[in-house]
């Protein structure tokens, strides 16, 4: 069980006019939950506040400690992707070395890195970088040092930051993975997806089951201490043998994370002038939903956490980047339609080359107002809260909740949360994460200060809760903002 | 021929285009500029058309209208029919148009008329000798050009000026303009000289629904004439007839109008034959006109001034004024529209209104011309409106007569009803808390709706609420989208009901509107329920469509006659309530369109009925009960749970949903569990995306009411509506 650290932390809201009206108006204190903890103190064993933050200063305020880098290239694209990607064709690894797409788009991710602009003086160094894709792994490694060396310039990165990145099958082997672990990358995420050929085939996948064997052994030979596994479920034709099977492979191979991802059907994709969500060949919902109860009954046997709606690690290997979303932590984001969050506000870079290229020129002149007010709707950052609270196995910190947002809203939502709580969806738990029993809470509910004092978490079960987080987030949404 | 062919749709389609922008002068004349360049190769127009020279004249009229710069040497189009001799009668054959332009020196005369029309305009307040009033209306149905004929009337007559003319300036509700109907009347006062003599024209316009025939029959008796307008192509349909009738009625001068003579499809000859067939109407001098690109409305102006009679003058007498519209307004109290039949008033009379026996004093009087200008006194034969502080229309009513408090007038008009609501629904708040803006929204709506009626209704199912009374299933619709746009309120309006009379065993009567508030089986010995008597009018190809439509309604076929060879008119005694529904939507259906209805009130009959009860996990759901014929209840009973399966949402549990006469459960079906609702990824930490995706949820349950732990969408309370296809 997750155990982490609380700092309280005075923070004053700014709040919209709208918004006061539904929340009351106070100075609320903001308690962060930090999640970066270095290696040596282990989040499930640490006691102590690792950061001092300033009182006054929220902690979306706070400088970004983890930065995103959007690598778009690929051989070619997946036919369930509606991702902001560059395919390349089926150029080779060694060739695509030099190819002038390439070079060009990180000289201008570099020039971006170096055109934004920081408030923070000084920059404490990031804790982590992810590189997402795309296809990282297609970039070759020179270039990735040259990102990491503007990263380190401009933000600095510590010594013992997490460093990952996306790698699909057969566009690497030993002599890449080495040269990239060499310049600090420490952490892989491989894109296997399915263990089964035709699976593999019907996606468009650019890689087959053998290159997959041969990825894995490539990572155990480098020595990478930390990986992840992908897993795409509810794929067409998939069948309960199949992802049984996937299943079972992925834990003989031993990651130390799995990434389960139910199939989503984007408009604008093959599978989606292809496939009606739950009609054949896409299995129906009742059938989708037992796959997810399998991955999350067969990963916690073989001792996998499962911490996030779709994320499984075993102890300790959590994926910091990725925590830093559920927390509510800002991140920079650079690159071609990557989305940052700081000081409060959310900002997605064009999707289209042409027009993320014109965006960092813009930058560079000065041009590009990113919006970062000091003005941020309370209710909107209670909303965020929620939703992404709720996708973790910790879930909300109710106590800060009701420091932030006011006791109202929070008492509404215990309220709105009742017959789920009944019906095994919602988990309230104490102060010490022990559950509370069903006749506890009948008799909690009829005293509001009771209600706030003795709830300390409120998350969503495994695998009920998880498997309807929407229904649930947005009962949420509507106690939120009425 | 092939090259005519192929440049005609151009021709028309820059004619259209150029006939919807009749504000800006410029463009007008320059898309007529590239008409002329376009055409140069086309031959002069041929054909005799016995109207050319018509078209002719009123065309100049409007272009002169048109142009701001000095009138010499302009050039004129005008659109022309090139009549080939056997296509007459053929719907499916387009006829070919062409545009024909011709330098012209423009004449003296026209541009005295020019002249005239303006000063026309300007003069429009002055007043004229009783005999040169003419008080009319339109008589149109829906889309058939009424209010297009309108505003070119008043554009013409120079009441309104090009440049201030709104899109059909009789509409004045935007939900009327979005709907393209008019709902609340209105009058417009215009100056017509002919001859050197000036005239007075009053048009009264009439709303175009059945639901408002009472408003329609009184805005008929403030006239002494009226335009029947009849679409060229379309022909005679039920509600025109309907209120023909009524105009003939109240021995008003008909003069029949063929309009959109300029489309394609447009067959004057088989509409005249038509009108004259099933209204006996003689039809020798009808009218044939284009309101759109202002063809006809000169003759249909003359007409006006020599064949509708004046007012008789009777200003000596008593005052009585009839009443055909009012509203209210939030600074002034209500604005009365009314027609002086008899006497004359004056600013700051003490008036009676003989029917609600109110008295106010006159604050203000004047007319309308479109806009309300104030005038000192107004005579027999003069239409005007007041306004004299009254707080709601209830106390001035359309049917109602002014008279003078001192000198009262010996009797009332004739023909003043109450409004009677035929068609009852309850009215929810989805959150309880706006119960009390609900309220306020209602009487607000209520001092400018008199036939609105409300009551409180309290459900266990559905909280607080309003059992509302209506005039039809259209004024319910107005009122209910009035009440979520103008007062901002989330309603759920559960399917309407008509109102039952329930024969006690005690021997008492009791009127009930509500299903869920019928006396229980034991205490009843029978159920009377509302009829009307239906008439369709319908090509012939769907006699036999609508027949069956009319027999699963529960009709009684009253008979059938065949108006013109193709056109036949079906008669149907049936219950109202198999007609509140979805019957009208079905009729168009399943007629393409084609048929048009017309219905009233004959009186109460017995019938065998019963109540159906709705279960939803369990829980009652009273807004769900409905009265069905005894034999149709087990299909009703099955369709609707089947269609309420189709309705509710999955939830995150199995829900049971019943149907049960009493507590026997004569169908059920039940709504399977949600299994899975989850997104999967934020990718890159985007969660934008995956919150809008939250909130579009969130709102959506919002729109739903909680019945016990069920999210139920407003669709699902009007569920009962939407069985054709079930239960047949």
Known sequence: MLKSTIAPMLLTLHSKTKSNTILPLKTPVFCTLLP?????????????????????????????ASA????????????????????????????????PRILNYINTLIREIEATKTHFDPHPPLQTVFFGGGTPSLVPPRLVAKVLDTLRSRFGICLDAEISMEMDPGT?????????????????????????????????????????????????????????????????????????????????AQPNHVSVYDLQIEKDTKFGSLYTPGEFPLPSDTQSAKFYRMASRTLGEANYNHYEVSSYSKSSFEC?????????????????GSASYINGTRYSRPKKLKDYTNYVKNLEDGLVDLGEEDDVDEGEMAMDIVMLSFRTSKGLEFKSFVEDFGSEVAVELCKVYEPYMKSGHVLFLDDQRREITEDEFSSLVLDDERLENEIGFIRLSDPDGFLLSNELISLAFGVIDP | ???????????????????????????????????????????????????????????????????????????????????????????????????????????????????????????????????????????????????????????????????????????????????????????ARMRFVQDGEPYCLNLIDTPGHVDFSYEVSRSLAACEGALLVVDASQGVEAQTLANVYLALENNLEVIPVLNKIDLPGAEPSRVVQEIEEVIGLDCSNAIYCSAKEGIGINE???????????????????????????????????????RVIDGTVKKGDRILFMASGKDYYADEIGVLSPNQQQVDELYAGEVGYMSASIRSVADARVGDTITHYGRKAEESLPGYKEATPMVFCGLFPVDADQFPDLRD???????????????????????????CGFLGLLHMEIVQERLEREYNLTLITTAPSVVYRVHCVGGEIVECSNPSALPEQGKRKSIEEPMVKIEMLTPKDYIGSLMELSQDRRGDFKGMKFITETRASLTYEMPLAEMVGDFFDQLKSRSKGYASMEYSFIGYKESDLIKLDVLINGDGVEPLSTIVHKDKAYSVGRALTQKLKELIPRQMFKVPIQACIGTKVIASESLSAIRKDVLAKCYGGDISRKKKLLKKQAAGKKRMKAIGKVDVPQEAFMAVLKLEKEVL
């Open chain 1, 172 to 252: 690497f082997d030993d002599r890449k993975l080495k040269d990239l672990m060499g310049l600090g990358v420490n952490r892989v995420s491989l894109g296997v997806q399915a263990f089964q050929e035709e699976l593999l085939k019907a996606c468009g996948r650019a890689h087959g089951v053998k290159e997959v064997h041969e990825a894995i052994e490539i990572i155990g030979s480098c020595g990478v201490g930390n990986w992840s596994m992908d897993l795409i479920s509810s794929l067409p034709n998939q069948t309960q043998e199949m992802w049984e099977e996937s299943l079972r492979l992925t834990v003989e």
């Open chain 2, 300 to 338: 249909i102006l003359t007409a006006i001034v020599q064949r509708i009679p004046p007012p008789p003058d009777s200003a000596g007498r008593p005052l009585r004024a009839l009443i055909f519209d009012s509203y209210y307004d939030a600074y002034r109290g209500v604005i009365v529209y009314f």
């Open chain 1, 68 to 99: 995103y880098i959007h690598l778009p290239f690929c051989r070619k694209r997946c036919h369930y992707c509606d991702f902001p990607i560059v395919a390349l064709g089926s150029t080779s690894p060694e060739t695509a070395d030099d190819d």
């Open chain 1, 320 to 336: 910091k980047h990725n925590y830093t979303y559920w927390i509510n932590k800002p991140f920079y984001a650079f690159g071609l």
């Open chain 2, 441 to 467: 929204a209602l009487e607000k709506l209520q001092l400018n709706d008199a036939a609105l009626k409300f009551e409180p209704e309290t459900s266990s199912a559905m909280g607080f609420g309003f059992r």
């Open chain 1, 36 to 64: 970066q903890s270095p290696p040596t103190v282990r989040r499930n064993a640490s006691t102590n506040p690792l950061t001092i933050e300033t009182p006054e200063t929220p902690s979306y305020k706070l400088p970004p």
């Open chain 2, 1 to 187: 021929m092939q090259k005519d062919n192929g440049q005609c749709p151009d021709v028309q389609n820059l004619w259209f285009t150029n006939s919807k922008l009749s504000q800006p002068t410029t463009t007008a004349m320059t898309m007529a500029t590239t008409s002329l360049k376009l055409l140069s190769s086309q031959p002069p127009p041929h054909g005799n058309h016995h109207h050319h020279h018509h078209r002719t004249t009123t065309t100049t009229i409007l272009s002169h209208n048109r142009l701001p710069i000095p009138l010499s040497n302009r050039t004129f189009y005008s659109l022309q029919p090139l009549h080939s001799s056997n296509n007459n009668y053929s719907r499916t054959h387009r006829r070919r148009y062409r545009v024909c332009c011709k330098a012209v020196d423009v004449k003296p005369k026209d541009a005295s008329d020019f002249e005239a029309t303006a000063i026309a305009g300007r003069d429009r307040l002055l007043k004229v000798p009783t005999e040169k009033i003419r008080n009319f209306s339109i008589i149109a149905h829906i889309d058939h050009g009424k209010s297009t004929l309108a505003d070119k009337l008043l554009q013409v007559t120079g009441t309104v000026q090009t440049r201030e003319m709104k899109e059909q300036f009789l509409d004045n509700m935007d939900l009327e303009r979005e709907r393209g109907i008019t709902i609340k009347l209105q009058a």
